[in-house]
């Protein structure tokens, strides 16, 4: 498959305007407006986009829910909080390509009768974000934004709002409540961000990914896109490879590429002199595949079926000198210190995991512990508020159950018996 | 949740419901291209929804002061017209506000999975005997603080170090560090490698 978002990102100027507008730059945006709105959603449901974010959601299906009857303003809020562990793409897009980005807000906007699209970019990205300020200045100053978008007299803002570091605000109705100036904590869901979002007006949450392939769905057909990959899992894909591979990068494909070749061909397989032991296909939010289950199609689908979830498409490759149960602490110290605090079962639940699995790791741990670390994991997942609590207990779940052999042999031996010379030597708790 | 170098967090004792009490500080107002550049933002959301602007607020008060007091919040809150208990709020939550003095160069050093598996945990340790510090210090001297952030978003060029909130370095490596810690005290960010894709522009 021909690269269609990350064609150019190599290019030197590829950010710039100029460079956008010679290689069909908002030819896309300019065939939306010449759409009827609901013609827009349509095409982008005929073309089975599915959210790129992690949840896979269909997104013609969230703008059909967006209330468009209510006198209510609708806002496109896009979310560019890009914080899953593994995942670089929107990173790549936004600074590369981030006319892109602000075509597909644009046209997400026209499709759903809202006039001011907010882009939440992380507060870490603000490298990025001078590039996409500049850029949007000049979108602005040459008719692409603004007052009369592309002389078409409809008129619409994008806002560039900054988030402050909190991975929780990537969850869409914590971004809502982030943009409007409160903590990032979820809020309960029905009612869905269509219906009540942003400022209580129906606001469709759209990842950076997913607002980047609406200009090609337009210029190439609902059509094209559906039948770049499996049924129902269309459309090129933007994968982050990470962790003990040679070429670790963003490669874009098709859904039709397997897991296999992503790590062995893409990324050029195991980095010299070691052997593939596990991998996260989506972001660490989702579980383990082992080497054995890595010849499948990477979709939406086919991972679910293998008992993972293809998430934000950051497969992190980790070898034999990796121990499951670091690993697994590694993540846990993430969830701990990420946890929004809202629900009880996560804030004081990834707490002791980690607690758990550092004694464990420090050797001090008993065969009980791994129990404890099962009944801890279940009592969070499913009940929380929002997906963070399901992606908290997920590691240690998965760990345990690919791994229990190295758990029991960690407790047994009082020490890690998986070392590696890439290791740190003090256990670092919580001293930021 | 937020962290902050200079705060107890991570102990034992400490209790996600004990109250944040930051130093007062000295009286606080923002200058006059803050104030204009503050309002200018506030005119991007509903006008009576200043307190989506509550995060560039913030961040303007970190580049005018160094760091968050109870005298800034209010001011803050005073400028977006809401309660200085939302402001500290969302001062308490976010990790990217400093709530006590930091060095001149802030060490944000990645911790999650792939940069680890890159050997960030060997970065750490090598940044920290290098400047003498345990994870969360500032220096005697002011010049730098170390901590640890996390994941980042640039896996493939881990290990990575935000510097600042706002500068990049990629692939760093233990045996680098020394040399990073002394182009910092001589060039400042220019030592850094920026974001790699990033090079060429800014």
Not at chain 1, 132 to 149: P, R, W
Not at chain 1, 168 to 185: C, D, F, V
Not at chain 2, 153 to 160: I, K, L, Q
Not at chain 2, 165 to 175: C, D, F, G, M, S
Request: proline content about 6%; overall charge negative; hydrophobic content about 40%.
């Amino acid at each position: 498959m021909d690269p269609v978002l990350t064609k150019y990102v190599r290019e030197p100027n590829s950010y710039t305007l100029d460079f956008f507008l010679k290689h069909e730059g908002y030819a896309g945006l300019k065939k939306a407006l010449a759409m009827q709105p609901n013609d827009v959603i349509e095409a982008v449901k005929a073309s089975g986009l599915r959210g790129r974010g992690g949840a896979g959601f269909p997104t013609g299906m969230k703008w059909q829910f967006v209330d468009k009857k209510t006198p209510n303003p609708k806002y496109i809020a896009c979310n560019a909080d890009e914080s899953e562990p593994g995942t670089f793409k929107d990173h790549v897009l936004m600074e590369r390509n981030p006319h892109l980005l602000f075509e597909g807000c644009l046209i997400g906007c026209w499709a759903i009768g809202a006039k001011v699209a907010y882009i939440y970019i992380r507060g870490e990205f603000f490298h990025v974000q001078r590039v996409l300020e500049a850029e949007l200045a000049k979108a602005y100053a040459q008719g692409y934004a603004g007052k009369n978008v592309m002389g078409s007299g409809w008129d619409c803002d994008i806002v560039i709002h900054r988030g402050a570091g909190a991975y929780e605000a990537g969850e869409e109705t914590a971004l809502i409540e982030s943009l409007e100036g409160k903590r990032a904590q979820p809020r309960i869901k029905p009612p869905f961000p269509a219906v009540e979002g942003l400022y209580n007006c129906p606001t469709a949450v759209n990842n950076v990914e997913t607002l980047c392939n609406l200009p090609a769905i337009l210029i190439n057909g609902a059509d094209w896109f559906a039948k770049l990959g499996p049924e129902k899992n269309g459309g090129p894909k933007l994968y982050c490879l990470s962790g003990h591979v040679k070429k670790p990068g963003v490669y874009e494909a098709s859904m039709n590429t397997t897991l296999k070749e992503l790590i062995f061909e893409y990324a050029g397989g195991i980095r010299e002199g070691h052997q593939l032991k596990a991998v996260i296909p989506g972001g660490s939010s989702v579980p383990i595949l082992m080497p054995d289950q890595l010849d499948i199609p990477a979709s939406f689908d086919s991972v679910q079926k293998a008992g993972s979830m293809l998430g934000s498409a950051g497969i992190i490759v980790m070898d034999e000198t990796t121990c499951m149960v670091w690993a697994a602490m590694n993540l846990m110290h993430f969830y701990k210190h990420e946890s929004c605090g809202k629900c009880t079962p996560c804030r004081e639940g990834g707490d002791w995991l980690f607690n758990i699995l550092a004694k464990i790791e420090r050797g001090d741990g008993e065969l009980r512990d791994l129990d404890l670390l099962t009944s801890v994991s279940n009592n969070i997942a499913g009940k929380t508020l929002c997906a963070f609590g399901d992606a908290e207990a997920t590691p240690p779940l998965t760990t345990l159950k690919n791994f229990r052999a190295e758990y029991e042999a960690h407790i047994r031996e009082g020490r890690c018996t998986v070392p590696a010379d890439w290791r740190g030597q003090v256990l670092v708790e919580a001293g930021h | 949740m937020s962290f902050h170098p200079l705060m107890p967090y991570g102990t034992r004792d400490w209790h996600r419901s004990e109250r944040v009490l930051l130093p007062k500080g000295e009286p606080f107002a923002y200058t006059p291209e803050r104030a204009a550049k503050l309002e200018d933002t506030c005119a991007m959301y509903p006008p009576e929804r200043r307190k989506s602007a509550v995060l560039a607020a913030l961040y303007l008060v970190q580049e005018q002061q160094g760091y968050l007091t109870a005298s800034a919040l209010r001011h803050v809150g005073e400028f977006l017209r809401i309660t200085p208990a939302e402001v500290e709020d969302v001062a308490t939550y976010y990790v990217m506000f400093f709530k006590a003095p930091v060095g001149k160069y802030v060490l944000q050093v990645c911790r999650t999975l792939s940069c680890a598996l890159a050997g960030a945990e060997r970065v750490t340790e090598s940044l920290s005997e290098k400047l003498g510090l345990k994870v969360g210090e500032t220096d005697a001297s002011g010049m730098f603080t170390l901590v640890e952030f996390e994941c980042l978003g640039a896996c493939d060029r881990a290990p990575v170090v935000m510097v600042n909130n706002e500068h990049w370095h990629e692939k760093a490596t233990p045996e680098s560090c020394g040399k990073l810690v002394e182009d910092l005290k001589a060039r400042g960010v220019a030592a850094l490698t920026g974001c790699h894709l990033n090079v060429e522009h800014l």
